[in-house]
């Protein structure tokens, strides 16, 4: 159980190094890719991001919580993990839907999206509390 402890966190953490920090700013440099392309491709990608997160975050959930050995560091950063997870989902996409129906709508008017911010802010929360978690699994 340990070792898939490890793996899932791991593969949590590459995904959202992949798909966040690369896919998703780089999408937007591609030709012909207009703002609202970019967000439907981007609503596409992140739904099933978060669906293969919450897959990861129970199989990581579940190796934390049935290691023979109670490992705090790892218990508290996969929790932190799952809460900034839980944020984006909970509070923040919903914002983030809205203002992108608004632009897929046509309404490109406006200042830069301050949900996104948050989001982004999450994500690297998220990242860091995989990492820890990933490693300090991974030496227990």
């Known amino acids: 159980m340990a070792a898939l402890g490890v793996a899932a966190t791991f593969v949590w953490f590459g995904m959202v190094l992949a798909i966040s920090f690369l896919e998703a700013p ?9 703002l609202p392309i970019g967000l439907a ?3 596409l990608v992140f739904r099933a991001l978060n669906v293969a997160e919450l897959v990861l975050g129970a199989a990581v959930l579940a190796a934390v919580g049935t290691a023979a050995e109670y490992d705090t560091v790892a218990t508290i ?3 932190g993990a799952l809460g900034a997870l839980a944020g984006q989902l909970a509070v923040v996409r919903p914002r983030l839907h809205r203002r992108t129906a608004r632009v ?20 690297v929360v998220k990242a860091i509390a ?10 227990a």
């Open 77 to 79: 950063a996969s929790l």
């Open 104 to 123: 897929l709508a046509g309404n490109t008017d406006g200042p830069r999206s301050r949900p996104h911010l948050e989001y982004v802010a999450l994500e």
């Open 26 to 34: 780089l999408k937007f440099r591609a030709p012909g890719v207009t």
């Open 41 to 43: 491709i981007g609503r």
């Open 130 to 139: 995989l990492l820890v978690a990933g490693i300090a699994l991974l030496t």
